[in-house]
């Protein structure tokens, strides 16, 4: 549980980092620099591009088309749940937070689900790759 705690805070950081709302993110550090860029601007980005290729593929290769199908479609009906339920006020400002921590769960969900199978089912999943 505590691995899957770590993931979703790391999904977290990665996804607030790289854009929010309130003007302190990557695209908005992006948006203010152009068209001066700096190093430190560039590297940043790099980093945040490789952090964001190692969700997506672990996420997509864990879960497939279907599994992130399924997690958005669980995820939005939650989110109307709870909006309906009038849990959350309906605003733009409270629908992009709701999102980014969607997004971050997401990820997390990719990158821990073989441990969440092996607890739910007893079973490991073995990748069969052949290069």
């Not at 695209?27 to 964001?52: D, E, K, Q, R, Y």
């Amino acid at each position: 549980m505590f691995g899957i705690l770590i993931r979703f805070l790391a999904a977290l950081v990665l996804v607030f980092a790289t854009w929010n709302p309130t003007g302190r993110s990557y695209v908005h550090w992006l948006l203010s620099a152009l068209p001066n860029v700096t190093a430190s601007l560039v590297f940043a980005g790099v980093v945040l591009v490789i952090c964001w290729i190692l969700f997506l593929h672990a996420t997509l290769k864990s879960l497939g088309i279907l599994g992130i199908i399924l997690a958005l479609a669980f995820f939005g009906a939650f989110t109307w749940l709870v909006f309906d339920l009038g849990w959350l006020s309906n605003n733009q400002e409270v629908l992009n937070y709701v999102i980014l921590v969607i997004t971050a769960a997401i990820l997390a969900i990719g990158m821990a689900w073989s441990h969440i199978w092996r607890r739910l089912s007893g079973r490991v999943e073995v990748e069969d790759d052949h290069h």
